[in-house]
């Protein structure tokens, strides 16, 4: 098993155990075009999470942290979760808030690595942080 892999499965987890200890019910969504279909009992309310990993210490300290999002992903999914390896960090949106025009989603970094704020308007999903009422209805 590649490294990625592993990363991807333990981050799925994660994000599952995470999501079913606020009381939502979660399961894998199998070739949708996301990968976690969750839903909130009692409310007719479910989110079609496309999940991505990534570990910062297996980038260079100058590049920002960035993931494709296939055009199946962007049309499947309502939110996408950046699961951030080795601090075990969450950082949920609404997809229409952090892709970019070109389908990415993006964190810029600072020399040490380090997650920089983001500029006004900008589309980076460091803004997001453990913004699980994202998945809320509005």
């Not at 199946?72 to 025009?101: M, Q, W």
């Given at each position: 098993?590649?490294r ?13 155990y ?6 939502w ?13 969750v ?8 989110c079609?999470?496309?999940?991505k990993t ?18 199946k ?23 229409d808030k952090?892709l ?5 989603i993006y ?7 380090v997650?920089?704020n983001?500029?006004?308007g ?5 803004r997001?942080?453990?913004?699980w009422e994202?998945?809320?209805l509005?």
């Amino acid at each position: 098993m590649s490294r990625n892999l592993a990363l991807e499965k333990v981050g799925r987890a994660r994000v599952a155990y995470k999501l079913q200890q606020m009381g939502w019910l979660v399961g894998e969504a199998f070739d949708d075009g996301y990968d976690l279909l969750v839903v909130f009992p009692g409310l007719n309310h479910h989110c079609r999470i496309e999940l991505k990993t990534m570990d910062i210490d297996n980038r260079s300290s100058k590049s920002n942290l960035t993931a494709p999002v296939s055009q199946k992903e962007r049309e499947s999914c309502t939110h996408i979760i950046v699961y951030l390896e080795p601090d075990g960090r969450y950082f949920i949106a609404r997809k229409d808030k952090i892709l970019t025009n070109k389908g990415n989603i993006y964190a810029a970094t600072d020399e040490n690595g380090v997650l920089r704020n983001p500029r006004e308007g900008s589309f980076s999903f460091s803004r997001y942080e453990n913004k699980w009422e994202e998945l809320k209805l509005k």
